[in-house]
């Protein structure tokens, strides 16, 4: 499966935006998705995902609560949606697919290019 995230950019605090993981290939819906971001000088870190039927997702403590990762496999794309960003959560954004139930980077074998998102104080 090819994956492209697109949709960061530039919000204030507080403020809200939506990634896109659009992704190409007949079997998405027998992947499970996951969004990682990447700021400076630090590791790439497991945000959220959600499994192949859509019905569980998971999410790391910092956004829980913040961030929902609705799916439509009709669409063949994942979205995440953020809400009250923070500065922290200035990141490159990635999403990536795997076939195993994981949180960990080296799980996820198909990654998106990478969306900027920046928030300002």
């Known amino acids: 499966v090819q994956l492209q995230a697109s949709g960061g950019g530039l919000v204030q605090a507080g403020g809200s935006l939506r990634l896109s993981c659009a992704a190409s290939g007949r079997t998405f819906s027998s992947y499970a998705i996951g969004w990682f971001r990447q700021a400076p000088g630090k590791e790439r870190a497991f945000v959220a995902g959600?499994?192949?039927?859509?019905?569980?997702?998971t999410y790391s403590d910092s956004v829980k609560g913040r961030f929902t990762i609705p799916r439509d496999n009709a669409k063949n794309t994942v979205y995440l949606q953020m809400y009250n960003l923070k500065p922290e959560d200035t990141a490159v954004y990635y999403c990536?697919?795997?076939?195993?139930?994981?949180?960990?980077?080296?799980?996820?074998?198909?990654w998106g290019q990478g969306t900027q998102v920046t928030v300002s104080s």
């Open positions: 990536a697919a795997t076939r195993s139930v994981s949180v960990y980077a080296p799980d996820f074998s198909s």
């Open positions: 959600i499994y192949w039927s859509g019905s569980r997702t």
